[in-house]
């Protein structure tokens, strides 16, 4: 099914009354120690909406998406911004990026969507992309899968743990 993507996104910032509302109040203060940087690595922007902000706070900045109506989107969009790579991937690999190149990897409504082995598949190619002392911030919010038993629900995190370790550790 393919997403109408008339609004570009903004939509889901509307709770907030914006995105740059939600972004201020919301997220940047939640990232804000591990900015500025030299490289992100933001993986499914859609069509930018998270982008805008990101770029003010590094020298490279490569987005990757598996879709190549968002990513020729943000061609567009950020065309002017020479810092901006876009690449379009399989949705679950990050070949693209050096090994060992990214200071911060940022996704922010995304990875709510995929299956669990692709956020795994993501977890374990961040561990060889991300620099050591990299750090993160991926949004995975399934609250309401488990709001009536989240004792009896909730996935396992050890894959999450092992991801973190290798990118210290490596």
């Keep these: 099914m393919k997403y109408d993507w008339r609004e570009a996104g903004e939509e889901w910032s509307a709770p907030w009354g914006s995105?740059?509302?939600?972004?201020?109040?919301?997220?940047?203060?939640?990232?804000?120690?591990?900015?500025?940087?030299?490289?992100?690595?933001?993986?499914?922007?859609?069509?930018?909406?998270?982008?805008?902000?990101?770029?003010?706070?590094?020298?490279?900045?490569?987005?990757?998406?598996?879709?190549?109506?968002?990513?020729?989107?943000c061609r567009q969009r950020f065309a002017a911004d020479s810092h901006v790579r876009c690449y379009v991937n399989d949705g679950r690999s990050l070949s693209m990026i050096p090994e060992g190149s990214i200071d911060f990897v940022f996704s922010f409504d995304s990875f709510v969507h995929p299956d669990r082995e692709i956020v795994e598949a993501y977890l374990s190619e961040l561990g060889t992309k991300l620099k050591i002392g990299g750090k993160g911030f991926i949004h995975h919010s399934n609250f309401g899968e488990y709001v009536n038993s989240p004792r009896e629900r909730i996935p396992d995190q050890r894959h999450v743990l092992q991801f973190f370790l290798r990118a210290l550790f490596r």
């Design 19 to 73: 995105s740059a509302a939600q972004w201020a109040g919301t997220i940047f203060p939640r990232i804000r120690d591990c900015l500025p940087t030299g490289t992100i690595l933001e993986i499914a922007p859609g069509f930018g909406r998270w982008t805008h902000y990101l770029k003010d706070y590094c020298e490279e900045l490569w987005i990757v998406d598996k879709s190549n109506e968002c990513i020729e989107a």
